[in-house]
């Protein structure tokens, strides 16, 4: 059983309030969850108004595959949110 986590550090445009922010990382956390079936959470930055850390997991037989689903997800979060990503950290248990 393969567990592949990634942390992904991102500044959000135009939030200029934490109802902002939490707007923008909710429907990221919500989409990714109900998408891709993977576990999300916001983990650090949570009083910034522009920075959200958030993480997502995914349990496989494969790393290719698992480690697949998450770039899927980072796609998806690139392609579709008004955000830039500046860290992904990547890690396998």
Known sequence: MI???VEISFLIFDSYSL???RSVVKSILKK???RYNVS???LG???VLNEAVIG???IGNSQKICEQVLRQCIQEIED???V???TVDWDRY
Do not use: C, F, G, R
Request: charged letters at 25%; proline letters at 4%.
């Open 3 to 5: 567990v592949q986590t």
């Open 19 to 21: 109802k902002d922010k």
């Open 32 to 34: 990714l969850h109900h």
């Open 40 to 42: 999300t959470a916001e």
């Open 45 to 47: 930055s949570l009083d």
């Open 56 to 58: 997502l997991a995914t």
């Open 80 to 82: 579709n949110y008004p």
């Open 84 to 86: 830039e990503i500046h």
